[in-house]
Structures are given as C-alpha cells and as structure tokens.
C-alpha cells in the first residue's frame, strides 16, 4: 500500500511539474464536477490516515533530574543579624559589648582606609564623636556619649526598634556611606 500511494505520489509531482512548463498538458483533464470530488475524497482519506497513524504513536518525554539547591554564600553582617535576633536572650549585655567593640573596629578601619586618617586621630574623632554628622551614630561609639535630650528619650519610648539596634543601624549606615565616598 505504501509503494502504491508513493508511486502515485510521485506520478502526482511529475505531471504537475510538466504542467508548469508545458500549460498544454493542463487541457488532458477536465475539471469536471467528479475530478474535483475524487481529489477532495482523496484529501480527506490522506487527512484521516495521518491523524489515525498520529494516535499510535507514542509520546516522549525525558524527566529531569531535581534542580540543584543554591549554596548560600554567607554576605557580610549576617552575624550581625543574628546578634539583632538574639536580642532578648541571655548575655544580650555582653553580646552588645561584642558588637559595639566589632562596630568600634569597623569604624576604626573604615576611617583609616577610607578616610586618610591615622589610627590615633580616627581614635580620637570616635571619641569625641566628631567622626560623623549623625549625633546617633556619634555617640554610639563614644566611651561617655552626652545624655540625649528629653524630646530624644520620650521619642525613643514610642519606637518599636530598640535604641541600642537604632544606633547600631546608625553606625553602619554611616560606615556604608564612608565607603562608599558619599560622605
């Protein structure tokens, strides 16, 4: 049956490709009523056969493996995060020593590297607080800060963030700057 339907194929391509060169050809048949039927019939027979065989044929599919799962990098400060987390446990006295100590370091190195300053003279600026222009971030690494105004203290009542988290965010954002050359 292939042969067959191939054969004719082919017979089919032929005498439409001497058709094109030669018109004459064209005049052998004539487009009656039954010719155009018997294509159209042969069309839809074609169609059929090819959305039966369609059917039986069966699908692929691969399968992927699990996606891999991302290794963390860890970004600097997630340490610092966690310490903010920890806030109401136990020793919070002494972790905020720590972290007042690092951000101290930071502070010092910062405005050695970024700064142009020697160690003693930015030793100096954090202690009397003139190292930046933020009064929060001043005198959260100040050995004796100045005692914050009244308005300051009954602000801080109402803030859901705690004053020591504040400065310690103050700093930070202070030090980005510094590093960043915005200050």
Same mark, same amino acid.
């Given at each position: 049956?292939? @042969?067959? +339907?191939?054969? &004719?194929?082919?017979?089919?391509?032929?005498?439409?490709?001497? &058709?094109?060169?030669?018109?004459?050809?064209?005049?052998?048949?004539?487009?009656?009523?039954? &010719? &155009?039927?018997?294509?159209?019939?042969?069309?839809?027979?074609?169609?059929?056969? #090819?959305?039966?065989?369609?059917?039986?044929?069966?699908?692929?599919?691969?399968? @992927?493996?699990?996606?891999?799962?991302?290794?963390?990098?860890? @970004?600097?400060?997630?340490?610092?995060?966690?310490?903010?987390?920890?806030?109401?446990?136990?020793?919070?006295?002494?972790?905020?020593?720590?972290?007042?100590?690092?951000?101290?370091?930071?502070?010092? $190195? +910062?405005?050695?590297? #970024?700064?142009?300053? @020697?160690?003693? $003279?930015?030793? %100096?600026?954090?202690?009397?607080?003139?190292?930046?222009?933020?009064?929060?971030? %001043?005198?959260?690494?100040?050995?004796?800060?100045?005692?914050?105004?009244?308005?300051?203290?009954?602000?801080?009542?109402?803030?859901?963030?705690?004053?020591?988290?504040?400065?310690?965010?103050?700093?930070?954002? $202070?030090?980005?700057?510094?590093? $960043?050359?915005?200050?």
């Amino acid at each position: 049956m292939r @042969t067959a +339907t191939a054969f &004719v194929g082919l017979v089919a391509t032929v005498f439409g490709f001497a &058709v094109v060169v030669n018109r004459g050809l064209g005049g052998l048949f004539d487009l009656d009523y039954l &010719v &155009v039927t018997l294509v159209g019939v042969l069309a839809l027979v074609q169609g059929v056969r #090819y959305g039966l065989s369609r059917r039986k044929t069966q699908f692929r599919a691969t399968t @992927t493996d699990d996606p891999e799962l991302r290794y963390r990098v860890p @970004t600097p400060g997630d340490d610092l995060d966690i310490e903010f987390v920890g806030d109401r446990s136990l020793g919070r006295a002494h972790r905020r020593e720590q972290l007042r100590n690092r951000l101290h370091e930071a502070a010092l $190195e +910062t405005l050695t590297g #970024y700064g142009g300053l @020697t160690r003693d $003279e930015a030793a %100096a600026r954090l202690d009397d607080g003139t190292w930046t222009d933020d009064p929060v971030a %001043a005198a959260a690494l100040q050995d004796a800060p100045p005692r914050p105004s009244l308005a300051s203290r009954l602000r801080a009542l109402f803030r859901t963030e705690s004053s020591f988290a504040r400065s310690a965010r103050h700093v930070i954002d $202070e030090l980005d700057a510094i590093q $960043e050359g915005r200050r």
